[in-house]
């Protein structure tokens, strides 16, 4: 069946490092892939999506990556700040919806 | 502009008991679709409603089922409840094949 996979699930960096999230997924349609913040007591909040038309997309401090080839797509922070720390969720969809998540990555950001 | 909003908050039900969440979606947005996410793990997709039906449905039992109604609210109703539902139950709205925005959830608690 559909299925995301995701490492790590926890991650530690000093203030200013870069963090890096990678999901697989099973599902050779897929064609959506968003990434959540999740903050304690909170729901996900998108923070970076992107279509398989396209192979990079940056926003900022967060940048996206999808080698549709391998069925992998990852996350990168540069820069963090402590205010990053949540735990980060990756999603695959054959559209905009039915979300199929990963299991979570755990970010935390050490001043 | 509201983005997505669910009531109640928090929830704190017997075995065996019926409960009924509700949720709110962005302005804008026509469908509705429900996770369940249990502590430490990723949602899971209940099921999607639009223009008042349900379209999608996850790999949950029919004691779960829910509602749409013309102002694009809905409801999840969940019967019957067992120890295992306890979770956060998510709201996420879109319209069309854009970006689901979720919300902030309700914590059910099943004693």
């Known amino acids: 069946g559909e299925n995301v996979e995701q490492h790590p699930s926890t991650l530690s960096v000093q203030e200013g490092d870069s963090a890096v999230i990678k999901c697989t997924y099973s599902?050779?349609?897929?064609?959506?892939f968003p990434w959540y913040k999740q903050e304690l007591g909170k729901g996900p909040q998108l923070i970076i999506d992107?279509?398989?038309?396209?192979g990079e997309k940056k926003d900022q401090r967060i940048a996206v990556t999808l080698n549709k080839t391998a069925k992998h797509f990852s996350l990168h922070i540069t820069e963090t700040q402590p205010e990053d720390s949540a735990v980060y969720f990756c999603?695959?969809?054959?559209?905009?919806?039915?979300?199929?998540f990963g299991t979570g990555t755990r970010l935390q950001v050490f001043p | 502009d509201a983005g997505v909003t669910q009531s109640p908050t928090h929830l704190i039900k017997t075995r065996g008991q019926q409960v009924t969440l509700r949720c709110s979606p962005k302005?804008?947005?026509?469908?509705v679709s429900w996770y369940q996410q249990a502590l430490g793990q990723g949602p899971q997709f209940i099921f999607q409603?639009?223009?008042?039906?349900?379209?999608q449905r996850g790999n949950f039992p029919d004691r779960f089922s829910g509602h749409q109604f013309p102002n694009y609210s809905s409801e999840l109703n969940v019967n019957a409840l067992l120890l295992g539902d306890s979770a956060l139950y998510l709201c996420?709205?879109?319209?069309?094949?854009?970006?689901?925005?979720f919300g902030p959830g309700t914590r059910l608690t099943v004693l």
């Open positions: 992107i279509r398989s038309n396209v």
């Open positions: 599902d050779s349609a897929s064609n959506y």
């Open positions: 996420a709205s879109r319209t069309g094949l854009d970006t689901q925005y």
């Open positions: 999603a695959a969809s054959k559209r905009a919806d039915k979300l199929i």
């Open positions: 409603y639009y223009e008042e039906e349900e379209r």
């Open positions: 302005s804008g947005h026509d469908t």
